[in-house]
């Protein structure tokens, strides 16, 4: 692709496009076959001149706005008397002083723990053949990859979770997360930075490793899939049960019916998007799980009979 640096030109005449709309309109005359939101994306990379600093900024920034986009309206929801009725642990509305105490430690960790991992995720995921161009993957491709990385990132967070459980890691890492007993949206990514790190390498990894291995992705698939899986994640937090919500439609959804649970009785349930692990390896524990663990108990026993008679 041609680069369109005019930044450190000398000449008077050339057109200057110093602005970063400047650069988008000398994208756009050459490259009449991209999209408006392509050229939009070109243009910020050659407007910026470095590559790891557009990335850096753009991902930073992406992440506070979904981050605090999507937990402002769970905030407002909390105000308003009529959704408490969909509330799973209803007696339990965060005030403002927790939600405000919550945001601060956010914040806290995403200037000093994810800043400088967003940083090294440009050089990191470079080396391993990244594409940042344009034009742009197919619709298709990001989504058959997008659920790829919903299923990798499952099973690592399963495993890494049902880790911090255990004694010594629950105290000293996974206590934090566990401080609201009845989550909301804000508190996603209230943790402590070792579990920022541990957790998050399942959300940056996955595609990570794709990448090595297939050699074929692009950066704005991974964006997808970092807006995707922070909302999967603050509305797990969310602490609200709908008629309307996902799990209803896709029976293996996780959601926060199954996380919001975990966060009361501190044990079970520990994958973050799917179901599955936690069903077939007996950790979805409560009443129901409980009630469907004596029934299959049962079963086995019924069937164990019938055979004893049989022979
Ligand atoms: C796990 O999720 C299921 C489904 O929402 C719920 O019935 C159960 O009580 C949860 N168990 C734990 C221990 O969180
Ligand atoms: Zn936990
Ligand atoms: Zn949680």
Not at 292 to 310: F, G, I, L, N, T
Request: overall charge neutral.
């Amino acid at each position: 692709m041609l680069t369109y640096n005019y930044r450190n030109s000398t000449t008077l005449f050339a057109p200057s496009p110093d602005t970063y709309w400047g650069q988008f309109d000398e994208i756009s005359k050459y490259n009449v076959h991209l999209n408006y939101f392509e050229r939009m994306w070109a243009a910020w990379y050659a407007f910026m001149g470095n590559d790891v600093l557009a990335t850096g900024i753009m991902s930073f920034v992406m992440h506070e706005l979904v981050y605090f986009g999507r937990s402002l309206p769970w905030m407002i929801i909390d105000r308003i008397p009529s959704f408490n009725k969909y509330k799973i642990q209803n007696q339990k509305v965060p005030t403002a002083r927790e939600q405000w105490n919550c945001a601060k430690l956010v914040l806290l960790s995403h200037f000093t723990v994810e800043l400088p991992q967003i940083w090294f995720f440009h050089p990191m995921a470079q080396y391993f053949g990244l594409a940042t161009g344009v034009p742009f993957p197919s619709l298709l491709k990001m989504a058959y990859q997008i659920a790829i990385f919903f299923v990798l990132e499952d099973t690592w967070h399963y495993w890494s979770h049902r880790a911090l459980h255990w004694g010594p890691l629950y105290k000293n890492i996974h206590k934090i997360h566990h401080q609201y007993s009845a989550p909301f949206g804000l508190a996603a990514e209230y943790a402590s930075p070792i579990e920022v790190m541990i957790l998050g390498l399942g959300t940056v990894g996955s595609p990570i490793l794709w990448c090595a291995v297939t050699k074929d992705l692009h950066i704005l698939t991974m964006y997808v899939w970092i807006v995707l899986r922070l909302f999967q994640a603050i509305d797990a937090h969310s602490g609200y049960e709908f008629p309307w919500s996902l799990h209803h439609f896709l029976p293996f959804w996780a959601g926060a019916d199954h996380h919001d649970t975990h966060h009361e009785r501190f044990i079970g349930n520990y994958s973050s998007s799917f179901r599955w692990w936690d069903y077939v390896l007996d950790t979805e524990s409560g009443p129901e799980a409980a009630k469907r663990r004596r029934e299959r108990k049962a079963m086995k026993e019924r069937k164990a009979m019938k055979e004893q008679k049989a022979q």
